[in-house]
């Protein structure tokens, strides 16, 4: 984070109860000046919430939000000076481009000549520019969409809230206006708040992520802290690809501990946390983390266990496997090509699938 | 692509099918509208004596002159209030859980299928000198003598709004409900105050429920006949009352075929003006 910069949001312990279901529990979190934050969760688990509780269209059950270190609860939405990005569509279908861009500042009842400014130089920026005269419905979804965030940024809110602006759109129409997004993020330095619920999208266009279940944030951090350091099995299982093999500890201790594989087989681990005797745990490993040879004797990986190759599928760069363990297990394993030694192994070839120990993630279950 | 040209039928093909399925439809339509009104059209030209006196006579004499004031100022006032009363009625059946929604729209219709008479006459019991209204403002000290509520405007007015309402508040739900909230929400945050927000967003977007029940409402205060036959006096008549008056009781059809013909064509106008007000406004 930015140090000791000053947050531009806080959540304070939200909470957000509708009848029995807690929609939002206990979420708590600081952005920084110019941030790029994403709240990561799959559907239902309180994103759209918490940004509505920001933007002031539903209140907290209990709770704060802090904008400049004040907090802005009894701040009706028109007078909180955010700007908003919605999922749907909501342009005003009866006002063109440019009155819909204008919209803000015209019931702000700036000078003519200052909207007019502003409106070109914000198109300008969405690379809209041609389009002020066209009506809504004579735009596409990704064109309605950068009219919108036009529309957001055009008064200078003091930050963005943007609730997966992209979901509508289809998947290269998405990736080519998540640069657009990245580019704009730059050269404005706005802060965002950005709820998605596709993992890659928010790697690529965040700073900070923080990852959503059931209404609480399971982690928050970088990308990289998020996909090397899960802290728990969901952010784990939630940021890309990752491998579950059910164990149990054969013997505890405070930072190594040996793991009991299904098959009985035991494998020294490295622990982040004290793990005790014949606790169950679940070890994590990413398929690119774990390399497959014929035989079991080599030097480096030191944890190796019998697997049967199933579907093996070159794609280019590297080779897909699907193997299965001894205990019937089926595991994904990614092999970049060229890096191991061999030519691909066929499936229903034996071998041995094999990775570091330090690889290994270990969340108590 | 042959398949897909096998599906284009020929246009004049698809009229002529549809033209035989529809021809009851027509037929009835041209037995009872289009022949009755052409012969009322051809006697409101011809009746005493050919030409286009009975018009005249309708639009220069002031009596009927009155009438026809009297007519669209109750159908303006009508419309008017019926939008105003109707518009906050239809935008709470949109934003109400459906199930308090549900009873509201329950109590609407309910008083949409009581008989017509029965709730003109009930007005009748309540607008009375010595009626509950009158005698109501009388006991909280408002009034002192009791005011006419029948045989005038007023009662006519309050009258009919109360009869028009449903039908301003359907359609008006239903343009209400169309409209996305985020569009309201998004409106808000962009820095609206909620009166900016209905002026520039609710209202623009509602328009066209706005227009198509109160035309809808207008048209129908401008032949309306019961509650003015009932509420109102001789001096309050209505065109409806008039087309009655000159033909059972004058049996004078050339000037009644006239005034029928008037409302026609002023309903027609406001028709043509509501669809290509339409048109216009259409976003495409
Ligand atoms: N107005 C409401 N009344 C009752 N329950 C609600 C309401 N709004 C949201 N919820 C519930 O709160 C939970 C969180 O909803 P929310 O919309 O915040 O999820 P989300 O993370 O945005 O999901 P999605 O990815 O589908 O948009 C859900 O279980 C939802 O059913
Ligand atoms: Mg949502």
Redesign the interface.
Known sequence: MSGRAPCVVSLRNLVKRFGATTAVDNVSLDVGEGEFLTFLGSSGSGKTTTLFIV???EDPTSGDVLVDGVSILDV?????????V?Q?Y?L???LSVFENVA??LS??RKPKAEIEAAVTDVLRLVRLETYADR???QLSGGQQQRV?LA??LV?RPRFL?MDEPLAALDKRLREEIQGEIRRIHQETGVTVLYVTHDQEEALRLSDRIAVFSHGRIEQIGTGSDLYNAPRSAFVGGFIGNSNFISCTVAEGGNDRCAIRMPSGQICAIRGSSPMATGQLVSLMIRPERIGLSTTASQAGPDCAIKVRICEATFLGESVSYKVTTEWGQSLAIREITGKSQDVPLNSGVDAYARWHSADTHIFAT | MESAKAFRVPRRALWRAGAREASPAFLFLFLVFVVPLSSLLLRSVTDPVLGFGNYEHLLSDLTYGRVLLNTFMVATVVTIVTLLLGYPVAWLLVILPTRVSRWMLAIILLSMWTNLVARTYAWLVLFQRTGVINRMLMEIGLIDTPIPLIGNLAGVTIGMTYIMLPFIVFPLQSSLAAI?P??M??????????Y?VFF??LL??SLNGICAGGLMVFVMALGYYITPALLGGTSTMMLAELIAVQVQSLLNWGLGSAAAFILLAVTLALYALYARGLGLGR??
């Open positions: 933007a002031g269209f009706p939405p028109h007078l909180r000076n955010i700007g908003m919605f749907r909501t005003f279908p009866h919209f803000p019931v702000r009506r809504p419905n919108a529309r957001a008064y809230l | 996305d985020a569009i929400q998004v409106a808000a945050i962009s820095g609206a105050r909620p900016q520039r967003v623009p977007l976003i495409r």
